[in-house]
């Protein structure tokens, strides 16, 4: 299964509360505080990893959650941090933020004077009965809910901290002054990030392959490249995309895309449109493939013509990138006569191929070479 698009929700872990204590030794019976403070909780953090292949482990786990940093000590012993949760992912990932960070209400401050106040969860700071449990309660979510862009990882090893875990609160310790020898105040630990976010993998590559669907594009990119995609003889054998690499003489490598077919309506997200166009959205060269034998009934030129319309409907942009025009299947006997016409319906520069006999593999990767930016 390949999944290059899940729903995601994290809550970064809490920070530890700070410790009321005193020091009690032998020789020092009013030894004064020594409460220490809480332990920073744990982020959520993505990292792009180049093992990494899509994103299947959060389709299946879509709820994460870091740990809360641990409590404060007595004799000044501060809480432990929490560890991060990182969760890798592939590179090409864009991440969105869907609706704003929320941060559960609590009370910051435990102040003795005032336990027996009632807690408030819109003030700043709360107070609670000693001894209770610590209220928290949800944030309203207000208006309709956003889709922010947050991070695009595009580099292995390139990370990004989708949640920040709560700062741990300070112990008795911290507020013991000249006139306040003995405080039992302590803070109680800041509340974690929590967030529901969008990750969308989108294939980098150099060259996208574009085509109708049974147009041979698995038989060229395995001709081209060592990849092995499954190759069949019915159209949409491809179903995910599938990235090859092409190796010249001087060790200069180029990554090949091939992306599954497109269909008329691709652009409004008929067939699988959306899932397979946003992959061509970062390749510098496109690689337009034409079935010149016309194996399905279609005639070459309208495949052309069709393909065109559905990336820039999809896309304005990905017409003004460079492309290369490949009519392949040229061993056929129907490919000559289908040729003479496209070339009078379209006065472009075709390049002509037969991916399964091998025949101008050789000049269209030298056409490659030469065309990429």
């Known amino acids: 299964m390949f999944v290059d698009k899940v729903k995601i929700r994290v809550a970064a872990g809490a920070g530890g509360n700070g410790s009321v204590s005193f020091r009690r030794e032998k020789y020092a019976e009013m030894g004064g505080p020594d409460g220490g403070d809480g332990g920073k909780g744990g982020d959520v953090v993505l990292v792009a990893d180049k093992n990494c292949a899509d994103l299947t482990d959060y389709f299946y786990a879509p709820q994460l959650a870091a740990q809360r940093g641990e409590h404060g000590r007595g ?119 929590e967030l529901t976010a969008e990750l969308e993998l989108k294939t980098l590559a150099d060259v996208g392959l574009v085509g109708y669907p049974n147009a041979g594009k698995s038989t060229l990119i395995s001709k081209l490249t060592h990849a092995h995609p499954k190759i069949a003889a019915y159209p949409f054998t491809t179903l995910t995309p599938k990235v090859g690499v092409i190796t010249y003489d001087d060790f200069k490598r180029v990554r090949v895309a091939d992306i599954p077919g497109l269909i008329e309506g691709a652009h409004a997200g008929k067939g699988l449109g959306h899932d397979f166009l946003r992959h061509v959205e970062r390749c510098q060269l496109l690689l337009v493939l034409v079935d010149m034998a016309g194996v399905d009934g279609r005639k070459p030129q309208d495949d052309y013509r069709q393909l065109l319309d559905e990336l820039k409907l999809y896309n304005p942009g990905l017409l003004e990138r460079p492309r290369l025009v490949v009519a392949n299947k040229m061993d056929l006997p129907a490919a000559k006569k289908n040729l003479t016409a496209f070339k009078r319906k379209h006065r472009v520069k075709l390049l002509e191929i037969s991916a399964l006999a091998g025949n101008g593999l050789d000049k269209l990767k030298l056409a490659i070479r030469k065309t990429l930016p």
């Open 75 to 193: 004799k000044g012993c501060t809480g432990r941090g929490a560890a991060n949760i990182v969760l890798q992912v592939p590179i090409g990932t864009q991440v969105y933020r869907l609706g704003e960070i929320v941060r559960r209400t609590k009370p910051t401050r435990y102040h003795p004077a005032a336990a027996t106040q009632e807690f408030d969860a819109n003030a700043e700071v709360g107070h609670v009965r000693a001894g209770g449990e610590v209220p928290a309660t949800s944030a309203e979510d207000g208006g309709p809910i956003t889709r922010e862009l947050v991070a695009d990882l595009t580099e292995d090893g390139q990370r990004f901290i989708l949640a920040r875990g709560g700062k741990g609160g300070r112990g008795n310790a911290a507020f013991k002054s000249s006139t306040h020898r003995a405080p039992r105040d302590f803070e109680y630990g800041q509340p974690g990030e």
